[in-house]
């Protein structure tokens, strides 16, 4: 079965430097999203992608926060300049059709110290 | 006001009973809703979505939408200890594609 895959699993960065997290969304997939799951807290959006471009942002999505489609597979999420905030599971997501269901990766632990 | 807003538990249920698992949400507009399973440390795990309003059956799992009530619930039937877990409601309004969390319930099946 078809699945979103995510690296590394875990991050471990210094507060300042700059972390690209990777995604390989599921093949047919035409959108594309991250969220973010601060320890104990809800799963929050961050931004959904679909034709190259951004469709959605939240608030959180802020000027340190970027994405892009590098190829025709991989689906990235870089941080310029981290923060001890910005600590959190990512989760990247992907689906078929808007509005229809999405199927989430297995995650990125990002560890800002 | 939340968007989405779940009782966060626990709720503990017997092994073979009923759990049941409630979700209101903010937006009337709200469209799409969906019910995932999150173990601890892990993804969400879609268990099933609801677009209409009245029941939906997939397995031992009936999604109930009231849209008048801005109202969705999951029960769970003959409950499991696998199916211990925390329970997302998730929403997706009118426009946009983001799903709107909500905090999750903690569900604890006990054998």
């Known amino acids: 079965e078809p699945e979103v895959t995510q690296t590394p699993s875990h991050q471990v960065t210094q507060m300042g430097q700059e972390v690209i997290l990777r995604c390989v969304p599921i093949?047919?997939?035409?959108?594309f999203y991250w969220y973010r799951q601060i320890l104990g807290q809800k799963v929050e959006f961050l931004v959904s992608?679909?034709?190259?471009?951004?469709?959605?942002k939240s608030e959180i999505f802020d000027d340190q926060f970027s994405v892009e489609r590098p190829d025709g597979s991989n689906f990235t999420l870089k941080i310029r300049s981290t923060k001890l905030e910005d600590s959190a599971m990512y989760f990247c997501?992907?689906?078929?059709?808007?509005?229809?269901?999405?199927?989430f990766g297995p995650g990125t632990r990002l560890t800002v110290l | 006001q939340k968007e989405v807003e779940q009782n966060s538990g626990p709720l503990s249920v017997p092994e073979g009973a009923i759990a049941s698992l409630n979700c209101t949400y903010s937006?009337?507009?709200?469209?799409?809703f969906f019910w995932y399973r999150q173990y601890s440390g892990k993804s969400p795990e879609l268990i099933m979505f609801?677009?209409?309003?009245g029941d939906k059956e997939d397995g031992r799992f009936t999604a109930q939408l009231n849209k008048a009530s801005q109202y969705v619930s999951l029960l769970i039937r003959d409950s499991q200890p696998s199916d211990s877990a925390t329970y997302l409601c998730?929403?997706?309004?009118?426009?946009?594609?983001?799903?709107?969390f909500g905090t999750g319930t903690s569900l604890t099946v006990i054998p």
């Open positions: 992608f679909y034709n190259n471009e951004i469709s959605e």
């Open positions: 997501a992907s689906n078929f059709v808007s509005g229809s269901e999405q199927f």
């Open positions: 937006d009337r507009g709200s469209q799409s």
């Open positions: 998730a929403v997706r309004k009118d426009t946009g594609n983001q799903f709107y």
């Open positions: 609801i677009y209409s309003n």
């Open positions: 093949s047919n997939h035409l959108y």
